[in-house]
């Protein structure tokens, strides 16, 4: 059976905010692993990093955004590739990972976990990096947990995107090498908590953009607590009996 040979890529996806918000170089992996998936959306990451050079910071993120699901046997999928791509029947070549596509499900278009408690279990692990690539020597230097397990797993908010955005800033956070303890993450969230979750979105997508160590209200709710905290003033007086009306 000859094997197709064109890839495609959904707008939907690749346009989505979630996409756009990504590092370049995580972009790139995607479009790489997309061009070098097999017929059912099924890739090496070694084989990229050893091609690319791209570091386990970027496999690391498209996992936590969803965009691929990895195996314990350190093989990765395309999430979306259902959505991405549709391939003629008569040119797909049967993939070669045929145990780990027996654990997926197809769910609007993408591949989902069969058996939901497996979804927690796969994540990019040391051991299936090439340790003796040029590339993983040339990147020793970069975080091992940029983005560690358990706090992918870790749901502080219930609003799947407000979340992303939280674990999104947890990672700047990082990589400014000004690590959160437990009691800064719980003393931000209660801090976000004090608003609603469009205005949570929009602090964190503010402080994401400019690199900044920690969260600040919007401008508006300032300008508010300025002037609830003036009126509350010229109230205080009026009772003292400082300001009289005639």
Do not use: H
């Not at 027996?102 to 340790?131: G, H, T, W």
């Not at 040339?138 to 797993?153: A, G, R």
């Not at 994401?208 to 010229?234: C, D, H, L, R």
Request: hydrophobic content about 35%; proline content about 2%; aromatic content about 10%.
């Amino acid at each position: 059976m000859i094997t197709a040979q064109k890839r495609m890529f959904d707008k939907k996806v690749v346009e989505s905010d979630k996409f756009i918000d990504l590092p370049n170089s995580s972009k790139a992996l995607y479009f790489m692993a997309g061009m070098d998936a097999d017929d059912k959306g099924f890739f090496q990451p070694r084989k990229l990093q050893r091609m690319c050079g791209f570091s386990d910071d970027d496999f690391k993120i498209l996992i936590a955004k969803g965009f691929f699901i990895t195996f314990e046997s350190g093989v990765m999928v395309v999430t979306d590739w259902n959505k991405n791509n549709w391939l003629d029947s008569r040119r797909i070549s049967e993939t070669e990972y045929v145990d780990e596509l027996n654990l997926l499900k197809i769910i609007n278009q993408r591949y989902e976990f069969k058996d939901e408690s497996v979804s927690a279990k796969p994540m990019l692990s040391e051991n299936r990096i090439d340790k003796n690539s040029i590339e993983y020597k040339k990147k020793s230097n970069i975080s091992k947990d940029i983005l560690p397990k358990e706090k992918v797993e870790i749901i502080y908010f219930n609003d799947l995107e407000l979340n992303d955005l939280f674990l999104e800033y947890l990672e700047l956070r990082l990589k400014l090498k000004c690590k959160n303890t437990d009691r800064a993450i719980k003393l931000l969230t209660n801090e976000l908590n004090k608003y609603d979750d469009e205005t949570k979105k929009e602090m964190l997508n503010t402080s994401i953009m400019n690199s900044w160590k920690s969260v600040y209200p919007p401008k508006q709710f300032n300008q508010k607590k300025g002037k609830t905290q003036a009126m509350n003033e010229v109230l205080k007086e009026i009772e003292n009996g400082t300001i009289r009306f005639q």
